[in-house]
């Protein structure tokens, strides 16, 4: 068993991810996309930053671990009739089957993070994107006083138990030293 999949596979992330909708159209619009652009978003979800990139005309692939949110981002898709829109599944550890330098854009929000091999994710999403392409990543930064969900998992932390030898924390793609360090790696 993944440990990783069944975990998002767990209740129903579609129900968080409609109360985010507003912060993942900002995003998409501060990113300045004009098409023709091919795109892959990490780490999906049910497409709350998949959605507004192929509304803006660029061609999106979503990728995502958990079975029941790719389902639910094709929903989407078919409903919204966003022909140029598709998910799948896959793993950011190791993005087997996508061909290198396909992607103009690689973006994960608050996605690719979550995997648990982040020199891996690096190098994937490195061998993906076109040379002169752009990574964009959207992370939790640790102990950010103004972030309710750095909060809540700093409070979370303290009361469980601590983690498996080897456990890279997600909250580490937030600090900088280490983003620098496995993209260099990559
Ligand atoms: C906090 S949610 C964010 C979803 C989406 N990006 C959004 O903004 O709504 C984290 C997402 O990362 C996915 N995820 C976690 N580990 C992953 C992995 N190893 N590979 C691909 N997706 C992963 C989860 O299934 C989940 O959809």
């Known amino acids: 068993m993944n440990s990783n999949k069944a975990l ?15 912060s993942g159209e900002a995003i998409v ?3 300045g996309v004009t098409p023709p652009l091919r795109a892959l978003d990490l780490g999906c979800g049910d497409g709350t930053t998949a959605v507004p990139l192929a509304l803006l005309g660029a ?6 671990i958990a079975t029941n949110l790719v389902v639910a981002g094709n929903k989407r898709a078919a409903e919204l009739g966003l022909t140029g829109l598709t998910f799948q599944e896959g793993d950011a550890c190791n993005l087997q ?10 973006l994960t929000v ?14 994937e999403m490195v061998r993906v994107t076109r040379p002169g392409g752009r990574i964009v990543m959207g992370n939790w930064i640790p102990n950010d006083p103004t972030s309710f969900v750095s909060q809540l998992l700093k409070i979370s932390s303290s009361f469980t138990p601590p983690p498996p030898e080897g456990f890279i924390s997600p909250m580490t793609w937030g ?12």
Do not use: C, N, Y
Not at 9 to 22: C, H, N, S, V, Y
Not at 59 to 64: E, L, Q, Y
Not at 110 to 123: E, I, L, R
Not at 175 to 186: L, M, T
């Open 8 to 22: 998002w596979e767990k209740g129903d992330f579609t129900e968080i991810a409609a109360l985010m909708r507003q």
């Open 59 to 64: 061609d999106v692939v979503g990728i995502d």
């Open 110 to 123: 608050f996605g690719a993070m979550f995997a648990p091999k982040p020199f891996d994710v690096a190098k």
């Open 97 to 106: 089957g996508v061909r290198d330098h396909s992607f103009d854009l690689t």
């Open 29 to 31: 619009k501060s990113l």
């Open 175 to 186: 600090v900088e030293s280490h983003i620098v360090e496995r993209f260099s790696q990559a």
